[in-house]
């Protein structure tokens, strides 16, 4: 098995993933395309830094990493935004894979911490981020949204 950056031709499983994943939590209604996954995360400007894992078999989970940044602080960070590993393969190492090779990706960058989330009763994956050395993270303080129209 290998991690990797994805590429293009890797776009139509990583958006069957990213479906799969949207369906584990109950969001159906995703509106992402194979275009916008080309778009954020291959065009000229990418938006998202996609790992995926893979083996001699084809794609096994991937990562969406997004910039962060503490800007009075002057340092940077990675949010591992998306994190999935296919079903019947979790519980293997894929994640801790993924977070090691966004663990480097980060420090490439000059990243010094990282964050990922989870929902409240995703127990198995908070213990699996506990396990690769996150800490939980009380001081999310209150975050406001705004759409642009």
């Known amino acids: 098995m290998q991690i990797r950056p994805m590429r293009v031709d890797d776009i139509p499983a990583v958006h069957a993933m990213i479906l799969a994943l949207g369906a ?8 992402v395309t194979p275009e916008t996954i080309m778009r954020d995360g291959i065009g000229p400007h990418p938006w998202i830094r996609f790992l995926v894992a893979e083996d ?3 794609l096994l989970g991937y990562a969406a990493l997004l910039p962060l940044a503490k800007i009075a602080d002057g340092i940077r960070g990675l949010d591992i935004n998306h994190m999935y590993v296919a079903e019947g393969l979790r519980g293997q190492g894929i994640g801790r894979k993924l977070i090691d090779a966004a663990t480097d990706a980060a420090r490439a960058l000059g990243c010094t911490y990282m964050f990922i989330g989870t929902a409240p009763d995703n127990i198995a994956a908070q213990e699996a981020y506990l396990a690769c050395g996150f800490a939980r993270w009380a001081d999310c303080g209150p975050r406001f949204r705004r759409p642009i129209e």
């Open 24 to 31: 584990h939590h109950g969001d159906l209604d995703a509106a």
């Open 56 to 58: 001699a078999d084809g």
